[in-house]
Each structure stands twice: as C-alpha cells, then as structure tokens.
C-alpha cells in the first residue's frame, strides 16, 4: 500500500515556467488537499478537492489551479511560475466521514525552486 | 477556529514519557482537538485527536481537562525518532463550506530526544 504519493521529489524551474505536481492516493479518500510550507510561516493551504468533480480555494490560492477527475489524483499547476512559489509543497487526503476528515494523510512533498 | 498556545521547545530524555502541552481556552463544544507532527523534511503525520474524554492509540495518548481548555500530548516512552514538530490543532467537524478541511498549523513545538 503506497498511500499518498508525490511527484516530482523536486524540481528547479525557472521563471515563467508552466509546471504540475502531482499528487496520488489509494486510500479512496473523497478529501484532497494542497498545502506549502514556508520557513516561519508554516502550513498554509492552497485548494482543496471535498469529491471528485469539485473543488475549493484555501488560504493562498493566486497563482495555482487543480483539477479532481477522478478520486485518487489531484494535480496543482503553477501556470506561470514566480519566484515566490519557491517552497515545500504537500499534498494530503482524508476520509469525509464526521471528524475524519480532519485525520489527514500527508505526502512526502515536493520541494519547488523557482529561479 | 479555536486559537492554541503551545510552548516552543521541549527535551525528554530517551525512553522517558514526553508530556505536550496545548492551551485552547477559547474552544467550542463542537471542536475537537487534534495532534500532528512533522519530522524532519517529511510531511506531517496524524496522532490522535479528541473531544472531552481521554483517547489512546498505539502512537500516544491524549489527555483533555475536564474544562477543556487545555490538553496533553503524551508519548509514553520517548525514542530518538520521536523528534519532530508537534502541532496541536483546535478544529470543529462541521463539513462543507470554505472551512472545510482547513488545518491551521500554528509554530508548534519543536521536541528533541536525547540519548
């Protein structure tokens, strides 16, 4: 069982750049969700997926955009990277039932720089 | 969501019990209190997490004052690789809406293990 998986492990990009990071589970959770981590300012989510076919913004949701086709893969695209996105990226998932979706299963990120 | 005030750092030495604390004193009747934590360049890992009674699993256990207004975190016999970020998280279990899923990770507290 892999559980949750990312990819790339990282990338450097240069500016401007289009990228995706991928995200997959196996889980069948029905909650998907996109955090970046930042030195001092910690985790802060970017979308989140509630089922597959719909999707929310979070707290820092300018510059990025995912998609839900399916259940288990919720990919983040930076559609024109800026420096500013340079962080850890992680990608996690949940059951929705009661307060289970608050148990969330995190991947093992993706460190993004952008140059 | 309720705020959560936690010290940040701790030591314990190994094999001894490690006792986490978190205040919430602004905490509704419909909120749980969950706890993660984060080693070193992975992403974060559930704990545990309850309402009003004490809860234990195989990783720790969870004591909540009777008021509710505060919690511990215990990790009965500290090893090296219980050294991590931990994070206390004040959440309520409603669904639906743009708080849905949103874990608010504050600063933590950084617990080192020594030999």
């Known amino acids: 069982i892999a559980g949750i998986t990312q990819a790339p492990t990282s990338q450097i990009l240069a500016a401007g750049r289009r990228m995706t990071l991928r995200c997959t589970q196996d889980?069948?959770?029905?909650?998907m969700y996109w955090y970046r981590q930042d030195l001092g300012l910690g985790l802060r989510l970017i979308h989140y997926?509630?089922?597959?076919?719909?999707?929310g913004k979070g707290e820092v949701p300018d510059g990025y955009s995912v998609s839900r086709a399916n259940t288990d893969d919720f990919p983040l695209t930076l559609a024109s990277a800026v420096p500013s996105q340079t962080s850890v990226y992680f990608c996690?998932?949940?059951?929705?039932?009661?307060?289970?979706?608050?148990?969330?299963?995190f991947g093992p990120g993706t460190r993004l720089t952008v140059l | 969501d309720a705020k959560t005030t936690q010290p940040t750092s701790m030591d314990c030495a190994e094999g001894r019990a490690a006792n986490l604390p978190c205040n919430h004193s602004?905490?509704?009747?419909?909120?749980?209190v969950y706890w993660y934590r984060q080693i070193h360049s992975q992403g974060p890992q559930y704990i545990i997490h309850?309402?009003?009674n004490n809860e234990t699993n195989e990783m720790a256990s969870l004591i909540i004052t009777e008021d509710r207004k505060s919690s511990t975190l215990i990790l009965p016999h500290a090893t090296l690789r219980d050294t991590a970020v931990y994070y206390c998280?004040?959440?309520?279990?409603?669904?639906?809406?743009?708080?849905?899923?949103?874990?608010?990770f504050g600063q933590g507290t950084i617990l080192t293990v020594h030999p």
């Open positions: 996690a998932s949940s059951d929705s039932g009661a307060a289970r979706y608050n148990e969330q299963f």
């Open positions: 889980m069948r959770h029905n909650a």
């Open positions: 997926s509630n089922t597959a076919g719909t999707t």
């Open positions: 602004t905490i509704s009747g419909n909120e749980y």
């Open positions: 309850g309402l009003k």
């Open positions: 998280i004040v959440r309520s279990t409603r669904a639906g809406g743009t708080s849905y899923g949103k874990l608010t």
